[in-house]
């Protein structure tokens, strides 16, 4: 029996034309009956447009099997990948960045993947693109939500689940998906930049509270490597990841009792 799966998708008012539209209009011409969840984010230090507002819920409304959560204020990517990964109710959900395209074929083909993989989170050229198995959000703990801004999310998830398995995560690639990784003055938009697009708070944050990067002493417990990172990272003491939502577990596991 194949593996079921849900779409999530994470957008907001800049990247809504170029990048959104064409996105979710091509996955519900490839996959019109998988459920498609779409985390509509808002702005940091900017009222929430009520004209984008208006003609993304009437877009939206075009497609079946689509349903928007919407923030009026600016939440962080670990907030909303965590988010949306609750909001479904399969084993897997294959999350995307809006600034991807996916090309005729792509719906066959990663359902061909997760055929192949269906115990396993696996990216598609990276993060952009990630298939996570829900057991694995519970075992390895979710996305960091005190990475309040975007960056620095999917490293370190990666660096967490080399740390419990032992392994880097399986990285697959396909000429049937395009990352834009689009780069923009809009991308953090009002917020203290890293590398142009990202959030400097969370790469500021993340290493001075919760990892050591190369630390020079071998002797303190606890696994040092790299994963994403720049360099070998060891996490602080009490830098460990809280659990953000211990009753999902329970739900998963309770909810047929109803």
């Not at 809504?16 to 011409?29: I, W």
């Not at 928007?68 to 965590?82: D, E, L, Q, T, Y």
């Not at 109710?89 to 960045?97: C, G, K, M, R, S």
């Not at 090309?103 to 990663?110: N, R, S, T, V």
Request: proline fraction near 7%.
């Amino acid at each position: 029996m194949a593996t079921s799966y849900s779409i999530a998708i994470q957008t907001f008012v800049y990247r809504c034309e170029a990048y959104f539209k064409p996105l979710l209009a091509e996955l519900h011409r490839q996959a019109p009956t998988v459920t498609k969840v779409v985390f509509v984010n808002g702005q940091h230090g900017e009222p929430f447009d009520q004209a984008y507002r208006s003609d993304i819920l009437g877009y939206l409304a075009r497609f079946p099997n689509v349903y928007p959560i919407m923030s009026p204020i600016v939440r962080g990517c670990a907030f909303m990948w965590n988010t949306c990964c609750n909001f479904t109710d399969t084993p897997v959900i294959l999350n995307l960045n809006d600034d991807v395209t996916v090309h005729d074929g792509f719906i066959p083909e990663y359902e061909a993947l997760l055929a192949e993989l269906p115990d396993e989170t696996f990216t598609i050229g990276g993060f952009s693109s990630a298939s996570i198995r829900r057991q694995d959000l519970f075992e390895v703990g979710y996305f960091d939500e005190r990475l309040l801004g975007f960056g620095e999310e999917d490293g370190d998830w990666v660096w967490r689940w080399i740390a419990k398995r032992g392994r880097d995560i399986r990285q697959v690639h396909t000429a049937k998906l395009t990352n834009h990784s689009h780069p923009a003055p809009t991308d953090s938009k009002n917020m203290r930049k890293h590398l142009d697009k990202y959030s400097a708070f969370n790469r500021e944050w993340l290493f001075s509270n919760k990892y050591e990067l190369a630390p020079r002493a071998v002797a303190p417990a606890g696994p040092l490597h790299a994963g994403m990172f720049d360099a070998p990272a060891r996490l602080r003491p009490g830098g460990e990841t809280p659990d953000y939502y211990p009753a999902e577990r329970w739900y998963r596991d309770n909810v047929h009792r109803l």
